[in-house]
């Protein structure tokens, strides 16, 4: 019989009771936990990648070396911790060649130079399976205290997004043979963003003095996670479709009529942050980050607001205010 409970009700069910009474881990609520650390915290995170699953058949090892690293660091940026060390799995097929463990290893060399970290361990073994499993568990040291969690945000926050919303989505159609009605040059970005994703670490630490105190990273999609804020806060949140960042080819897309802007505000894959803040210091951290362009640009999207009992959701509205119908608000495992 298929597995049919979705990962967040798994996690509910069978794993949350495990992590009663440690503080650290946030009753897994989070992107990661939180440990101490000498005079601050340390935050760990993990992530794993399947074959088939996060990534396509095929795809060059030192994109996906790089990849696995990058949705991790996003993890990290989420709770705005600096990037210091991480523990590497691997489950080889036995496609795998020098050749292949070369490039990797290259990829991996390339984006820990890049972000600042180092290999510190790990595990490798092999399977008779033709599908490639990589896990990576990664640490990072943020000011005691400082961590951003989910369940800060506060009713009359703003809700804000870093970059542009749907790329993730779009690079997948286009890497899977779709889009075709657009320009190769557009075609290429999106395919760039969906296996190269921008991880916001250097935006993630200068949010807490910004007073940020709740984000998570757009990993199932805009929806959902911050859906994930408002649950952890107990707060609602209106998010407004014509104040959604789109990048030139997801406009293009749009336009021509290939998809709805509602359906890239639930694609996952961006690995942008979504975070809220107080009206005054949202403003000002967009003029902050507007003057510096390695930040990314960040827009406002939304209120974070309160409805009587529906506490814990995001809502997609359009320019009349009206709640937008949505098939899925984001990506789940278990409900594929």
Known sequence: MPWRLSEFDRIDR???????????????????????????????????????????????????????????????????????????????????????????????YRDQSTFGLHLAGGDTTSTDSQQLVMTITMFGQVPAGQAIRRDGAKVGDAVLVSGTVGDGLLGLMAAMGGLGMLQPAERDALIKRYNLPNPRVRLGQQLWQHGVRAAADVSDGLLADLGHICAASGVFAKVDLARLPFS??????????????????????????????PEGAAEALIAEVGQDPTLGKISIIGRIVEVEGQGGKASLVGEDGAPISMDATGWQHGQE
């Open 14 to 108: 069978y794993f949350r009771p495990l992590a009663e009474g440690y503080d650290g881990s946030l009753s897994l609520t989070n992107d990661g936990a939180i440990l101490p650390s000498g005079e601050g915290e340390r935050v760990i995170t993990t992530d794993t990648m399947v074959e088939g699953t996060h990534f396509l058949n095929g795809t060059d090892p030192h994109l996906l070396a790089q990849k696995l690293l990058r949705v991790n660091l996003s993890d990290l940026g989420a709770m705005g911790a600096k990037p210091e060390a991480y523990l590497l799995n691997l489950t080889l097929p036995s496609y795998v060649d020098e050749a292949w463990l070369q490039a990797f290893s290259d990829g991996l």
């Open 248 to 277: 030139v080819p997801a406009r293009a897309a749009i336009d021509g009529g290939y998809i709805e802007a509602k359906a890239l505000a639930a694609g996952g894959d961006d690995y942008e942050l979504v975070f809220t803040a």
